[in-house]
């Protein structure tokens, strides 16, 4: 072994267990990083998903029980203001770490997500951002330049994966080629309230999210040179342009039209309005179709440059909701852990089964894939 990597690594074991965190992602992590960090993480084996509510009417979620509080000294918040709202309200975690199961009930209890997308995103996060070993994650996460991992720069925690679920093209957030893809942005948020003013009437709507988001897209490919769109996030961003629509207006008055002061303080302040109920019913990625067909686009990536758009037709489309499923699994998460073994194989093929539950639940047909075998 050569002189550096022995150090390295003699300096890995000396420090993981005080330096890795128990949210942290293992995704990405080299076969001997593993074997120094994995031994000093506790197993919690997952359970099962939580089911769907019994009581699915609105009910006032901005409660007693769930007030909104400012953020504590070590609070984590991230790129979701759908989470980071249920963070700050108490429904979450309100330091911003969480099981897979919190996370499900969560989003039921706080927005009315219906339970097969909630089981299908949360594990699809998790699988990628969370740490399957501890069975946490943090709803947010920032790039780290310094610590004891050699390489490029590490990702502490979070919803952090670039081009998954964080991605390009985002509503509020930036781009991650420009440095800052997890904080509030006003720029992009003046550009949401301009949107909503010429095409809503002032209000946000999916006839202003078609054209946002269509904008949004273009403002990539002519200012980012790495921008990418493919699957999944290709279909991440179309739903998050649907959710402020799903699940940011009050369950009493839902006419899909969400205010703009509102909205400002779901995504920059974390917060419900006061009395805000829940939606009426369960809920998903409602108008999703409305969004996509007003600029239809297919998957692709700039190459190269700006304004160098090359579609990819090995990429998932709407059209094909099972090839979507079959990328992530054999590409993203096999590319992410090539060969795992022991708990770590254990783990991720129990998680594997969730994320397949939500998917299954939904009807879409899709014949399982089994990456790692079977356990």
Not at 81 to 97: C, D, E, M, Q
Not at 244 to 255: A, K, L, M, S
Not at 265 to 281: L, M, T
Request: hydrophobic fraction near 40%; include cysteine.
């Amino acid at each position: 072994m050569r002189p550096i990597a022995l150090i390295s690594l003699v300096f890995l074991a000396s420090s993981s267990a005080l330096a890795f965190p128990s949210y942290r992602s293992l995704a990405g992590l080299s076969r001997e990083e593993l074997n120094t960090i994995v031994p000093t993480l506790s197993f919690h084996a997952p359970k099962p998903p939580p089911g769907p509510l019994n009581d699915t009417s609105a009910k006032l979620v901005n409660d007693h029980a769930h007030p909104w509080r400012p953020l504590a000294p070590g609070d984590i918040r991230g790129p979701c203001p759908g989470l980071n709202t249920l963070a700050s309200h108490g429904w979450l975690p309100r330091n911003g770490i969480a099981t897979p199961a919190q996370i499900i009930t969560a989003v039921q209890e706080g927005f009315n997500m219906n339970n097969f997308l909630a089981i299908f995103i949360t594990y699809g996060a998790f699988l990628v951002d969370g740490n399957v070993i501890t069975n946490e994650l943090s709803i947010g996460g920032k790039t780290s330049r310094t610590g004891p991992f050699p390489g490029p720069p590490a990702i502490v925690g979070g919803l952090n994966t670039h081009a998954v679920f964080e991605g390009d093209t985002s509503m509020t957030r930036g781009d991650f080629f420009f440095g800052n893809n997890h904080d509030f942005n006003e720029t992009l948020f003046d550009e949401l309230v301009k949107f909503s003013n010429k095409f809503g009437a002032g209000k946000y709507n999916l006839t202003v999210a078609g054209e946002f988001r269509f904008q949004r897209i273009q403002d990539s490919i002519a200012t980012n040179p790495n921008f990418t769109f493919v699957s999944p996030r290709y279909f991440t961003a179309y739903a998050e342009s649907t959710f402020p629509v799903n699940f940011f207006i009050d369950g009493r008055h839902e006419n899909g039209q969400l205010d703009l002061k509102v909205a400002r303080g779901f995504f920059q302040e974390s917060r419900f309005p006061d009395g805000f109920f829940r939606a009426s019913g369960p809920r998903g990625t409602e108008g999703i179709e409305v969004v996509a067909a007003a600029h239809p686009l297919q998957p692709g990536r700039n190459v190269g440059r700006v304004n160098n758009y090359v579609l990819d037709p090995t990429s998932a489309d709407f059209s094909n909701l099972c090839l979507l499923y079959e990328n992530f699994v054999n590409q993203t998460i096999k590319g992410l852990y090539p060969n795992p073994t022991g708990i770590l194989r254990e783990a991720l093929n129990i998680n594997l089964d969730y994320f397949f539950q939500g998917l299954n639940e939904a009807g879409a047909g899709c014949a399982q894939v089994f990456p790692y075998g079977r356990n």
